[in-house]
């Protein structure tokens, strides 16, 4: 492992409400957000930065990945030792965002394991066994 460590939903949510400079990363795609739904960090007076780890429609990797996130963090205020915390669908793409910036020298970089929708349960239904749905943490859809 090349990141800070995996962590789950609920410590995501502690995390970013015990450290006012902790931030959430959404590395999943535009049509992830528009249909299934996005974190609402509002109550904490937080929003999290979006940036796709693998681009709509055709997945390919975002070579612009790590300068964007870079980019956001340093325009909110987030130091290169601060928590910072990845999340995807189900924790496989955030792996490889958390190296990403690992590589950039963020040195608290951790993958949320179970994602936003978590794994899939007996009928491939998600949402119902894992992640931030299950885990009824505060999200909207658009």
Same mark, same amino acid.
């Not at 609920?10 to 959404?26: F, I, M, P």
């Not at 992830?32 to 974190?39: L, Y």
């Not at 690992?102 to 007996?122: D, H, K, Q, R």
């Given at each position: 492992?090349?990141?800070?460590?995996?962590?789950?939903? $609920?410590?995501?949510?502690?995390? =970013?409400?015990?450290?006012?400079?902790?931030?959430?990363?959404?590395?999943?795609?535009?049509?992830?957000?528009?249909?299934?739904?996005?974190?609402? =960090?509002?109550?904490?007076?937080?929003?999290?930065?979006?940036?796709?780890?693998?681009?709509?429609?055709?997945?390919?990797?975002?070579?612009?990945?790590?300068?964007?996130?870079?980019?956001?963090?340093?325009?909110?205020?987030?130091? $290169?030792?601060?928590?910072?915390?990845?999340?995807?669908?189900?924790?496989?793409?955030?792996?490889?965002?958390?190296?990403?910036?690992?590589? =950039?020298?963020?040195?608290?970089?951790?993958?949320?394991?179970?994602?936003?929708?978590?794994?899939?349960?007996?009928?491939?239904?998600?949402?119902?066994?894992?992640?931030?749905?299950?885990? $009824?943490?505060?999200?909207?859809?658009?």
């Amino acid at each position: 492992m090349d990141y800070a460590g995996d962590v789950t939903c $609920k410590d995501t949510w502690n995390g =970013l409400k015990e450290n006012t400079k902790a931030c959430l990363v959404d590395v999943r795609t535009t049509r992830e957000w528009e249909t299934i739904g996005i974190p609402d =960090l509002s109550s904490l007076d937080k929003k999290p930065i979006f940036e796709e780890w693998q681009m709509f429609p055709d997945m390919r990797l975002n070579p612009e990945f790590a300068s964007n996130v870079e980019a956001s963090l340093t325009a909110n205020g987030v130091g $290169k030792n601060d928590p910072i915390y990845f999340l995807c669908r189900s924790g496989v793409r955030s792996q490889g965002a958390a190296s990403a910036l690992t590589s =950039l020298g963020y040195t608290n970089c951790f993958n949320i394991i179970a994602g936003f929708e978590g794994n899939p349960n007996s009928t491939g239904q998600r949402g119902t066994v894992s992640g931030w749905q299950f885990d $009824k943490l505060p999200f909207q859809k658009e």
